[in-house]
């Protein structure tokens, strides 16, 4: 069965460093997301991403984040400067799209833990 | 714009006990529904999914969920829970035309022997 991945599963990172989380979607998907999970708390949409381009972003998404499509392949979020409360778990998830003889599920990856120390 | 609400954030249940784990929308559209599973250390898992047609839904791993348009809810059941249904559990809408995933906030369901 086709899956997301995502990597690296773990990452510890100072705060106001860089990081750049990488997810493979399911090659024919045409939407791809970014959601978090704070630790005890909901998942929370981040960004949708469809034909290069941002196509919905949540006030969480500000100019710290930014998403990227470099090749194809790899869909990445990167967050510019790191603060204590960005260290969450980073779901992506892709999907075919959104006409109704389409699934609607996403599916989603395992997950990048991100710590902020 | 829509939000969930799942009623109980841990249920403790016995081994082949039933179990219900209840959630509730507002939406001011119509709305897609859907049932997560998150492993411990794993992503987000579909159980199952209600688009239109017949109320009762049934998933994997002997999961159902009805959806239930008057009372806004899309409880999921299981008649019979075993140790390996340990796990956390997300309702979640969208719209019916593009939009996100608007997840509740989780339920921890507990299957003791």
């Known amino acids: 069965e086709p899956e997301v991945t995502q990597t690296p599963s773990h990452q510890v990172t100072q705060m106001g460093q860089e990081v750049i989380l990488r997810c493979v979607p399911i090659?024919?998907?045409?939407?791809f997301y970014w959601y978090r999970q704070i630790l005890g708390q909901k998942v929370e949409f981040l960004v949708s991403?469809?034909?290069?381009?941002?196509?919905?972003k949540s006030e969480i998404f500000d100019d710290q984040f930014s998403v990227e499509r470099p090749d194809g392949s790899n869909f990445t979020l990167k967050i510019r400067s790191t603060k204590l409360e960005d260290s969450a778990m980073y779901f992506c998830?892709?999907?075919?799209?959104?006409?109704?003889?389409?699934?609607?599920?996403?599916?989603f990856g395992s997950g990048t833990r991100l710590t902020v120390v | 714009a829509q939000s969930v609400t799942q009623l109980d954030s841990q249920v403790p249940v016995f081994e082949e006990a039933p179990v219900e784990l209840r959630c509730n929308y507002s939406?001011?559209?119509?709305?897609?529904l859907f049932w997560y599973v998150q492993y411990p250390n794993q992503g987000l898992q579909l159980l199952l999914k209600?688009?239109?047609?017949?109320?009762l839904v049934k998933g994997i791993n002997g999961f159902e969920a009805e959806f239930n348009k008057s009372q806004t809810s899309f409880h999921l059941r299981k008649p019979s829970v075993h140790i390996s249904d340990t796990a956390e559990y997300f309702c979640?809408?969208?719209?019916?035309?593009?939009?996100?995933?608007?997840f509740g906030q989780g339920t921890i369901l507990t299957v003791h022997p």
């Open positions: 998830a892709s999907s075919e799209g959104v006409r109704q003889d389409l699934t609607y599920g996403y599916t």
């Open positions: 090659s024919n998907h045409l939407y």
């Open positions: 991403f469809y034909n290069n381009e941002i196509s919905e």
């Open positions: 939406s001011s559209v119509s709305v897609y």
């Open positions: 209600y688009l239109s047609g017949s109320t």
């Open positions: 979640a809408v969208r719209g019916t035309s593009y939009g996100k995933l608007t």
